[in-house]
């Protein structure tokens, strides 16, 4: 099972953007989903507060396995490499499990 975020780019400050991931491969279907990101020179951290902000929407299509990451109003301080990680239930010969998996990441750069 692999994980594929997308979406990401060059936007100025203001604008919106949204990423999207969905998994390829012998899946089963997600249980959940997180977002996070890492800045240059920084550590990884989770978008989660941003999202509480109201700044930021997180969603899971169950039915279409996919989720999105709506980004608005987006600042310099917001560049980023964007990478969704996901809950999975995955298919093997013998059976099903369920782990996490990481997607490769997107890059977002906000600059005028």
């Known amino acids: 099972v692999q994980l594929q975020a997308c979406g990401g780019g060059l936007v100025q400050p203001g604008e919106s953007l949204r990423l999207s991931c969905r998994p390829s491969?012998?899946?089963?279907?997600?249980?959940?989903m997180a977002w996070y990101r890492q800045a240059p020179g920084r550590q990884r951290e989770s978008v989660a507060p941003?999202?509480?902000?109201?700044r930021f929407t997180v969603s899971l299509e169950y039915a279409e396995d996919i989720g999105y990451l709506q980004m608005n109003n987006l600042q310099p301080d917001d560049t980023a490499v964007y990478y969704c990680s996901a809950n999975i239930t995955y298919v093997t010969n013998e059976g099903f499990y369920s782990a996490p998996f990481w997607g490769q990441g997107t890059q977002v750069t906000v600059s005028s």
């Open positions: 941003i999202v509480r902000d109201g």
């Open positions: 491969g012998r899946f089963f279907r997600i249980k959940s």
